[in-house]
């Protein structure tokens, strides 16, 4: 869900192109939420106001994670964990069965959201893995993953890119002496 809102609300590059600040940003607000949850109802303008913030938020993570301050990382995780008041709580409703929420009861839609990314990051960070979140290391591109594959040797945010860079290499040797 980090991921999501850090790709589809933060303006940079993607995938060798320029990515501005997304003109409809309800729309990608409500994308952002889709990759965690493809039935996630559409944000309110409101909400994804409140969205795009806490994206921002959270790309300063991934981004000192890359620039290998873990140290850096892990404060930004605790300040988002102090502010949302993240804590666990199991709940049931809308006929689910028992799961753990990790926000304050009574918040708003993207505090509730910062708060349970936050603690996500904050379970990556604090494991063997908290090298895993990524920002892409393709030219032109700034978006961001977490490294899921076995080896832990993901660079880049899609297989385009992959390919992008793959492309590029194979016609460099192509030009060589
Ligand atoms: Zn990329």
Redesign the pocket.
């Known amino acids: 869900m980090a991921v999501g809102l850090v790709n589809e609300l933060t303006p940079g590059e993607r995938?060798g192109r320029p990515f501005p600040p997304p003109r409809d940003l309800t729309a990608a607000a409500t994308e952002g939420l889709r990759t965690g949850y493809p039935g996630h109802r559409e944000v309110t303008a409101a909400e994804a106001a409140e969205f795009a913030e806490v994206a921002v938020r959270l790309r300063a993570v991934f981004d000192a994670v890359a620039a290998e301050d873990v140290d850096a990382a892990a404060l930004k995780v605790n300040d988002l964990l102090v502010e949302t008041r993240a804590r666990p709580l199991l709940q049931r409703h809308d006929g689910e069965p028992w799961h753990l929420h990790f926000h304050g009861p009574g918040g708003t839609m993207a505090g509730d959201w910062a708060a349970s990314c936050a603690t996500g990051l904050a379970i990556v960070l604090g494991s063997e893995f908290h090298d895993r979140l990524g920002v892409?290391t393709?030219p032109q591109?700034d978006?961001v993953y977490v490294d899921v594959s076995r080896n832990g040797t993901r660079r880049?945010?899609?297989t385009a890119?992959q390919n992008r860079v793959k492309t590029a290499a194979f016609r460099a040797r192509g030009k060589g002496p």
Do not use: L, P, Q
Request: hydrophobic letters at 20%; charged letters at 20%.
């Open positions: 995938r892409c393709a591109c978006r880049f945010c899609c890119c």
